[in-house]
T-cell receptor
Framework: QKEVEQNSGPLSVPEGAIASLNCTYS??????FFWYRQYSGKSPELIMS????GDKEDGRFTAQLNKASQYVSLLIRDSQPSDSATYLC???????????????FGKGTHLIIQP | GAVVSQHPSRVICKSGTSVKIECRSL??????MFWYRQFPKKSLMLMAT?????????EQGVEKDKFLINHASLTLSTLTVTSAHPEDSSFYIC???????????????FGAGSRLTVL
């Protein structure tokens, strides 16, 4: 059974600091990893995707993947109050388009950026 | 970018009635769409995979006769909650894979969600 674990928080970070969000997954064959941001009452929006071990940077966001440890993280630099939201880690076991499986989501980490 | 439109955004109905939720991919074709449900402060749970031109694939524990899915075209999937009860009250979100966003990558674009309240 695929499981994705996240600390539900809330995680409180001062404005301007680095927010670090962590996620572990149980399915060793997982190949695709995603971070979504969800504001209260809204649907998730994609922040980052990562498929290979190592770091991937996009603006203030850096995703880190360690398949050996089954661990994926998201770093947010120069945190802003507008970054306050729930961050969902999502995992899919199939990388290619041959499968049409939906994603397995973690419960999300509630991040609060304090002004 | 890929846009998925979901309608209605909010619906209130009486117990025992049926409610239909529409999910449309506006600028791309989606042979596969996904329906999720999210209870307050809980994560998204995949309910079913909607396949264009064929039967939907339901996740374990999801009643196919209660949650009817129709995917009649490459841009439209519908979810009908039949004989709704208060415990069906939830946030229902559809999503579709836009394969243009990366060859072979399972990048999902989500609709805005539909909040169902059953009285």
């Amino acid at each position: 059974q695929k499981e994705v674990e996240q600390n539900s928080g809330p995680l409180s970070v001062p404005e301007g600091a680095i927010a670090s969000l962590n996620c572990t997954y149980s399915d060793r064959v997982s190949q695709s990893f995603f971070w979504y941001r969800q504001y209260s009452g809204k649907s998730p929006e994609l922040i980052m995707s990562i498929y290979s071990n190592g770091d991937k940077e996009d603006g203030r966001f850096t995703a880190q993947l360690n398949k050996a440890s089954q661990y994926v993280s998201l770093l947010i630099r120069d945190s802003q109050p507008s970054d306050s939201a729930t961050y969902l880690c999502a995992v899919n076991a199939k990388y290619s388009g041959g499968g049409a499986d939906g994603l397995t989501f973690g419960k999300g980490t509630h991040l609060i950026i304090q002004p | 970018g890929a846009v998925v439109s979901q309608h209605p955004s909010r619906v209130i109905c009486k117990s025992g009635t049926s409610v239909k939720i529409e999910c449309r991919s506006l600028d791309f074709q989606a042979t596969t769409m996904f329906w999720y449900r999210q209870f307050p402060k809980k994560s998204l749970m995949l309910m079913a995979t909607s396949n264009e031109g064929s039967k939907a694939t339901y996740e374990q524990g999801v009643e196919k006769d209660k949650f009817l899915i129709n995917h009649a075209s490459l841009t439209l999937s519908t979810l009908t909650v039949t004989s709704a009860h208060p415990e069906d009250s939830s946030f229902y979100i559809c999503s579709a894979r836009d394969t243009r966003r990366g060859s072979g990558a399972n990048v999902l674009t989500f609709g805005a969600g539909s909040r169902l309240t059953v009285l």
